[in-house]
């Protein structure tokens, strides 16, 4: 359970699903989801996404979906019930929950993702400078320096 939570916590991947009515002030709850965990875990299941977003009714649903990519994932959904788009191909919380469920829910899927590949090639880039300086300081120096830098971090 308490990976569960840690990786609610940990995702860049947020749905935000948004109820409003007239008689109540607009309400917004924020719902993690695990992306391929979905399909192995017992405690947050494909089927309990489901469950609980058919028991929140919400009007919109932001997804971690590029702009630039919903509409042929839509388009593709639409005409055979299958998405093909790549991006959002990989995640389950889409293609088994949230684009089913807009056949028989009233809801909007509203895409939000600001991923780009220079943010990509940025981010690579950082991770290989930051892996370069660990092998330096705890893998490329004797052991009295490796304690020492270990230590210091």
């Known amino acids: 359970m308490k990976t569960i939570v840690k990786s609610l916590f940990a ?14 002030k607009n309400e917004v709850l924020v719902l993690g989801t695990i ?44 005409r055979d019930d299958s998405i093909s788009e790549p991006r959002v191909l990989r995640f389950p919380e889409y ?6 469920l807009s056949k028989t829910m009233d809801f909007e899927i509203i895409p939000t993702a600001g991923w ?23 893998i490329g120096n004797n052991i009295e320096t490796r304690i020492e830098n270990l230590i210091l971090l």
Do not use: W
């Open 95 to 100: 293609t088994e929950v949230i684009f089913p």
């Open 116 to 138: 780009s590949a220079s943010m990509a090639k940025d981010r690579q880039q950082k991770i290989r400078a930051l892996a370069e300086i660990l092998y330096e300081n705890l």
């Open 11 to 24: 995702l860049s991947f947020i749905f935000l699903l948004f109820s409003c009515t007239k008689d109540k």
């Open 35 to 78: 992306h391929g965990s979905h399909l192995t875990s017992e405690e947050y299941s494909i089927e309990k996404l489901t469950k609980l977003i058919q028991e929140i009714k919400p009007d919109l649903i932001l997804t971690e979906i590029p702009p630039n990519r919903f509409k042929e994932a839509m388009e593709g959904f639409k």
